[in-house]
């Protein structure tokens, strides 16, 4: 079954709408998810707007192959509006991709090739339907009688490639105020770099926009409030073209101690696409985070309530523990790479942060190759009298000789699945072997190896 058929057979089987008095603008404002909207003198409005079944919308330019954290901030309205009844669509920018997004750079972003674009569209589109089927199969709990709506992924160049571009211009073109694009888009600051196409950016954002109000009557979209002057672009356009009212929500931005995005500056720890960040290094990421951000991290990142999260956070002071660290890792995993993911973080986090090594034994070869990297792997014949430690040590090539080798082993520097072995004749036999036919082997404080037993 392919992840779109599963996101339907999960809908069939347990979509059911949770109805509620609160209207979706209630549930951000709680969540601390809504750092501001638009129009802003029309809140009452909006709120009415949402008693309705509404489309919402945000774009992911496939300018790197993975999501990272910061972009599940702009994720997480998206699944609450499922939950609250609405409709939502993501839109891959293949074409606003091939410019970037000039928001926040001082300097235009490296031009890509198709070839890249599209490798990273399908990568990013994939982590979005995981993310969407782990929601429906861990977190939705069906109560009543009318039915979740399945997501809509889109790509921008399904209408860039069959729209002209006079046609784009002759209709938007009327409708753009260039003085307030200039001004919204604070091309002051940088001006004598800014570049046309980085100008039109905003352009063709505010053109997705119009093609999803007029295909799917998109009336949200949903932004990080640094992507303010594309949105309100997008605004401006509909109201000027179709005169309809639409709605900006923009979320707050995941910072770090020094103002620079979360996800960006921390490397590849906080990316949600498996191949590039194995769900135990992502579950890794989530227990060193400073604890004065986990309450924050459990409104955005999780869906407990407000009593259950506050019973975390006290549970947590209490006893002086990372029992709310856990509580946050276990969910964003869960959400992000499902079951089988979640397996590995919390059985590599025992084993390698813990100290319970024997939980390595419940992994496959798969999660470990993703843990440590398939370089820490050796194979070696495992022979009915055991071979000696000293022997599977050279074979990591970490010494230069034996002497040096047994140096590390008799100063305790070397252990065999958690424990150390001071005797350079230790043999390793099946006593030493895991049910998953794996020795594992810690030399100094850093490095990590793999015994695959042939």
Same mark, same amino acid.
């Given at each position: 079954?392919?992840?779109?058929?599963?996101?339907?057979?999960?809908?069939?089987?347990?979509?059911?709408?949770?109805?509620?008095?609160?209207?979706?603008?209630?549930?951000?404002?709680?969540?601390?998810?809504?750092?501001?909207?638009?129009?802003?003198?029309?809140?009452?409005?909006?709120?009415?707007?949402?008693?309705?079944?509404?489309?919402?919308?945000?774009?992911?330019?496939?300018?790197?192959?993975?999501?990272?954290?910061?972009?599940?901030?702009?994720?997480?309205?998206?699944?609450?509006?499922?939950?609250?009844?609405?409709?939502?669509?993501?839109?891959?920018?293949?074409?606003?991709?091939?410019?970037?997004?000039?928001?926040?750079?001082?300097?235009?972003?490296?031009?890509?090739?198709?070839?890249?674009?599209?490798?990273?569209?399908?990568?990013?589109?994939?982590?979005?339907?995981?993310?969407?089927?782990?929601?429906?199969?861990?977190?939705?709990?069906?109560?009543?009688?009318?039915?979740?709506?399945?997501?809509?992924?889109?790509?921008?160049?399904?209408?860039?490639?069959?729209?002209?571009?006079?046609?784009?211009?002759?209709?938007?073109?009327?409708?753009?105020?260039?003085?307030?694009?200039?001004?919204?888009?604070?091309?002051?600051?940088?001006?004598?770099?800014?570049?046309?196409?980085?100008?039109?950016?905003?352009?063709?954002?505010?053109?997705?926009?119009?093609?999803?109000?007029?295909?799917?009557?998109?009336?949200?979209?949903?932004?990080?409030?640094?992507?303010?002057?594309?949105?309100?672009?997008?605004?401006?356009?509909?109201?000027?073209?179709?005169?309809?009212?639409?709605?900006?929500?923009?979320?707050?931005?995941?910072?770090?101690?020094?103002?620079?995005?979360?996800?960006?500056?921390?490397?590849?720890?906080?990316?949600?696409?498996?191949?590039?960040?194995?769900?135990?290094?992502?579950?890794?990421?989530?227990?060193?985070?400073?604890?004065?951000?986990?309450?924050?991290?459990?409104?955005?990142?999780?869906?407990?309530?407000?009593?259950?999260?506050?019973?975390?956070?006290? %549970?947590? *002071?209490? /006893?002086?523990?990372?029992? !709310?660290?856990? &509580? @946050?890792?276990?969910?964003?995993?869960?959400?992000?790479? +499902?079951?089988?993911?979640?397996?590995?973080?919390?059985?590599?986090? %025992?084993? *390698?942060? /813990?100290?319970?090594?024997? !939980?390595?034994? &419940? @992994?496959?070869?798969?999660?470990?190759?993703?843990?440590? +990297?398939?370089?820490?792997?050796?194979?070696?014949?495992?022979?009915?009298?055991?071979?000696?430690?000293?022997?599977?040590?050279?074979?990591?090539?970490?010494?230069?000789?034996?002497?040096?080798?047994?140096?590390?082993?008799?100063?305790?520097?070397?252990?065999?699945?958690?424990?150390?072995?001071?005797?350079?004749?230790?043999?390793?036999?099946?006593?030493?072997?895991?049910?998953?036919?794996?020795?594992?082997?810690?030399?100094?404080?850093?490095?990590?190896?793999?015994?695959?037993?042939?």
């Amino acid at each position: 079954m392919n992840s779109i058929s599963q996101i339907r057979h999960l809908l069939r089987s347990s979509s059911i709408h949770q109805t509620s008095s609160r209207t979706l603008f209630n549930v951000l404002e709680e969540r601390r998810l809504l750092e501001g909207y638009l129009p802003q003198n029309k809140k009452l409005q909006m709120i009415e707007a949402l008693k309705k079944k509404q489309t919402f919308y945000t774009g992911f330019d496939p300018t790197g192959p993975s999501l990272h954290i910061g972009h599940l901030l702009v994720i997480m309205p998206l699944l609450h509006a499922l939950r609250n009844g609405h409709r939502i669509i993501c839109l891959i920018g293949g074409e606003t991709a091939r410019i970037g997004d000039p928001t926040g750079r001082l300097k235009p972003r490296e031009s890509l090739d198709r070839e890249t674009i599209e490798a990273n569209a399908s990568r990013i589109s994939s982590t979005l339907v995981s993310i969407f089927v782990n929601h429906l199969k861990y977190f939705w709990k069906p109560k009543f009688s009318e039915p979740i709506h399945e997501p809509i992924i889109l790509n921008n160049s399904n209408w860039y490639s069959d729209d002209k571009f006079s046609d784009i211009i002759a209709e938007c073109g009327p409708a753009i105020n260039v003085r307030n694009l200039f001004r919204k888009s604070r091309v002051e600051e940088h001006s004598e770099n800014y570049s046309y196409a980085q100008l039109s950016y905003a352009v063709m954002q505010a053109y997705d926009w119009l093609k999803l109000f007029d295909r799917h009557n998109c009336c949200f979209q949903v932004g990080g409030n640094d992507q303010t002057p594309n949105i309100e672009a997008g605004f401006s356009l509909i109201r000027n073209l179709r005169n309809q009212e639409v709605y900006g929500f923009f979320v707050p931005l995941l910072l770090d101690k020094e103002g620079k995005k979360m996800g960006k500056t921390e490397g590849k720890s906080l990316f949600l696409e498996r191949f590039t960040n194995s769900p135990y290094s992502l579950y890794k990421a989530i227990l060193k985070l400073p604890h004065n951000q986990i309450e924050r991290f459990l409104r955005y990142f999780t869906f407990y309530n407000n009593q259950e999260i506050e019973s975390i956070i006290q %549970k947590d *002071l209490k /006893k002086q523990t990372l029992h !709310a660290h856990e &509580k @946050l890792a276990d969910s964003l995993v869960l959400l992000i790479h +499902g079951e089988s993911g979640l397996n590995q973080a919390k059985n590599a986090s %025992k084993a *390698l942060l /813990k100290g319970e090594t024997e !939980a390595l034994g &419940k @992994l496959t070869e798969d999660d470990l190759i993703e843990v440590f +990297g398939s370089k820490s792997f050796i194979y070696h014949e495992l022979v009915p009298n055991g071979t000696s430690l000293l022997n599977i040590i050279m074979k990591t090539n970490c010494f230069e000789n034996e002497d040096l080798a047994t140096v590390m082993i008799n100063k305790g520097g070397v252990l065999v699945n958690g424990r150390k072995i001071l005797d350079t004749d230790h043999l390793i036999c099946d006593n030493d072997v895991f049910p998953n036919n794996l020795t594992f082997i810690k030399i100094g404080t850093n490095r990590a190896y793999l015994i695959r037993w042939l």
